[in-house]
């Protein structure tokens, strides 16, 4: 059974930044496809970051592009979400999701069967 754990959320001022980390197991032999989703009260849930270890191809929305990366260290097998420039906007709990095992890119939840809790990002004005 594979088990994330998200780690790095908490409360920061506009144009602060945050380093969202997620620590998987057991570690991956198959191609997956990694994300970052964030959901606030009364909205769906959206992907923000998303990298394929294939190839390396990342994805980000036009709302974060510019701001957030998404990195993976195979050997600690953990995959990290760097966001700069915050804004209240990005307040939302932001969830760790994998998808095992993957030939391509995810972008919607629906592509991933494994998730985290999820941890707390609020951005104050």
């Known amino acids: 059974q594979v088990q994330l754990v998200e780690s790095g959320g908490g409360s920061v001022q506009a144009g602060g930044s945050l380093n969202l980390s997620c620590a998987a197991s057991?570690?991956?032999?198959?191609?997956?496809?990694l994300a970052w989703f964030r959901q606030a009260p009364g909205m769906g849930r959206e992907a923000v970051a998303a990298?394929?270890?294939?190839?390396?191809?990342?994805y980000y929305p036009d709302s974060v592009k510019g701001r957030f990366t998404v990195s993976r260290d195979k050997d600690k097998n953990t995959v990290d979400l760097l966001m700069n420039s915050l804004k209240p906007e990005d307040t939302a709990m932001y969830y760790c999701?994998?998808?095992?095992?993957?030939?391509?890119?995810?972008?919607?939840?629906?592509?991933?069967?494994?998730w985290g809790q999820g941890t707390q990002v609020t951005v104050s004005s």
């Open positions: 999701a994998v998808s095992i095992p993957a030939f391509d890119i995810g972008k919607l939840p629906i592509n991933y069967n494994y």
């Open positions: 057991p570690r991956f032999y198959s191609h997956v496809s």
């Open positions: 990298i394929y270890t294939g190839d390396g191809t990342t």
